[in-house]
C-alpha cells in the first residue's frame, strides 16, 4: 500500500485518484542552467511522504538537498552547485566544489586529510564525488501494492596504467515512506590489489541542527581526534547554535552493534523531527562525527566510514586501511530515515536503548 496524506492507496485506488500519480510520488529529471552548476543533472525523488531529495548524476550519485514536508534536512555551503568541472584536486580544494546537501561521499582510494602519499597527491576526501556517473537510470517497480522506486548508476574512479575501482549504487525508496537505502557494490576491477578508503559524509544543518539538538548512539568509547576536540567545554552530544569562530571539531566512535547492524541519530526535540541512519559494522567499522556550527558554516557530520578521516597514510600505519584485492568487491548498506514527530521519536529512543 502506499500511505499519502495519512490515506493507504492500493495501486488501483492511486490511479484511480491521480491522472499521473507522480505528482504525489515519483521523480523526475532535469539539468542546471546557471552559475557554476550549469550542466549539472539531477534526479528528483518524492516519496509521497513529505520526504523530497536529489540525487545528483553529475557527482558520483551524490544525494543533494533534502526536505521533509519542505522543512531543510541537509546543509547547504556558500558555494551552491559545482560542476565537477570546477573540481581542485589538490590539498584541500574539495572545498570550493564542497555544495553540502545530505550525503557527500569520500574515496575509493582514498579519503580523509589531504597529503602526498607513496609519491601520489592525495586531495582531500579523495576524488569519487567529483566523477560523473554512467548508466545512470530509474526503475520504477510496483510489488503488489507497493511501489518503489530504484535509482541506479555506476562511478568509476581509474587511473591509466594503474588502477580500476568501480562504485556500483541503487539507492531503493518505497513510496510513501519516510526513508530510503543505498546499496553500493565497490569493485576492484584491475588486477593489482588497491588500498580502498570509503567515507559516507551526511550533512545535517538548520533546522534540525539547532542549539540543544542532541546526537544519540550506543557509543562503546568516544575518542577527540586532537586538543580541539579534546579542549572543547561544550558536550560532543550537544550541539550549540551558530557559534563566532567554532573550529573544525571531530569525534571518532565506536558504536556498538545489534545483529551487525550500528545506528546514530540527531535529533531536535524542540521542533520534534529528527534524522537516523542505520549501517552494517562489517564493512562501515568506524564513525566520525563532525561538528563544525560556526556563523553561516553552521554543520552536522555523521560519518560512517572504513577508516578513521587522518589521511591514508597514517591509517596504514597505524593499522586500519582496507585492501581490495584484485577482482574482488565489498558491499555497504545503509538506511537513512527521518523521524517525524514526539511519539517516532520516543519509539525509536526506547527501542535503541538511548533514554
Not at 516519496?47 to 543533494?64: A, C, K
Not at 609519491?119 to 576526501?125: M, W
Request: aromatic residues 12%; negative net charge; charged residues 30%.
Amino acid at each position: 500500500m502506499v500511505k499519502i496524506l495519512g490515506e493507504e492507496f492500493t495501486r488501483k485506488e492511486l490511479m484511480r485518484h491521480f491522472g499521473d500519480y507522480k505528482v504525489a510520488a515519483g521523480y523526475k529529471s532535469y539539468t542546471l542552467r546557471d552559475g557554476r552548476g550549469e550542466q549539472i543533472k539531477i534526479c528528483e525523488i518524492n516519496s509521497g511522504s513529505g520526504l523530497r531529495f536529489e540525487v545528483i548524476e553529475s557527482r558520483g550519485m551524490d544525494i543533494g538537498c533534502c526536505y521533509f514536508k519542505e522543512l531543510p534536512i541537509s546543509y547547504r555551503s556558500y558555494n551552491q552547485d559545482v560542476h565537477p568541472s570546477y573540481y581542485e584536486a589538490y590539498e584541500d580544494g574539495w572545498l570550493r566544489s564542497f555544495s553540502g546537501g545530505l550525503l557527500v561521499c569520500g574515496g575509493l582510494t582514498s579519503m580523509g586529510s589531504a597529503q602526498k602519499d607513496k609519491g601520489e597527491i592525495l586531495p582531500l576526501h579523495g576524488r569519487i564525488s567529483n566523477i560523473p556517473a554512467q548508466q545512470f537510470h530509474v526503475s520504477e517497480k510496483w510489488r503488489d501494492d507497493d511501489l518503489y522506486f530504484d535509482i541506479h548508476g555506476i562511478v568509476k574512479e581509474t587511473k591509466a596504467l594503474s588502477y580500476h575501482l568501480t562504485l556500483d549504487r541503487h539507492i531503493l525508496v518505497k513510496a510513501g515512506e519516510n526513508k530510503f537505502t543505498i546499496h553500493d557494490i565497490i569493485r576492484n576491477d584491475g588486477f593489482e590489489d588497491m588500498e580502498h578508503m570509503m567515507l559516507y559524509h551526511f550533512n545535517i544543518g538548520y533546522p534540525i541542527l539547532d542549539r540543544d539538538t542532541r546526537f544519540y548512539a550506543n557509543s562503546l568509547n568516544v575518542e577527540p581526534r586532537d586538543d580541539i576536540a579534546k579542549n572543547r567545554e561544550d558536550a560532543y552530544n550537544i550541539y550549540l547554535g551558530p557559534t563566532p569562530h567554532y573550529p573544525d571539531t571531530v569525534y571518532y566512535h565506536n558504536i556498538q552493534e545489534t545483529n551487525g547492524w550500528c545506528k546514530a541519530a540527531i535529533i531536535n526535540h524542540k521542533r520534534n523531527i529528527g534524522f537516523t541512519l542505520k549501517y552494517k559494522k562489517d564493512t562501515l567499522d568506524h564513525f566520525t562525527q563532525w561538528k563544525f556550527t560556526g556563523e553561516g558554516n553552521y554543520v552536522a557530520g555523521l560519518e560512517p566510514c572504513n577508516a578513521r578521516v587522518n589521511g591514508r597514510s597514517i591509517e596504514r600505519d597505524e593499522g586500519r586501511l582496507k585492501v581490495l584485492k584484485a577482482q574482488t568487491q565489498i558491499e555497504y548498506e545503509i538506511e537513512v530515515s527521518i523521524l517525524n514527530g514526539n511519539e517516532e521519536i520516543k519509539t525509536y529512543l526506547r527501542e535503541e536503548n538511548l533514554l
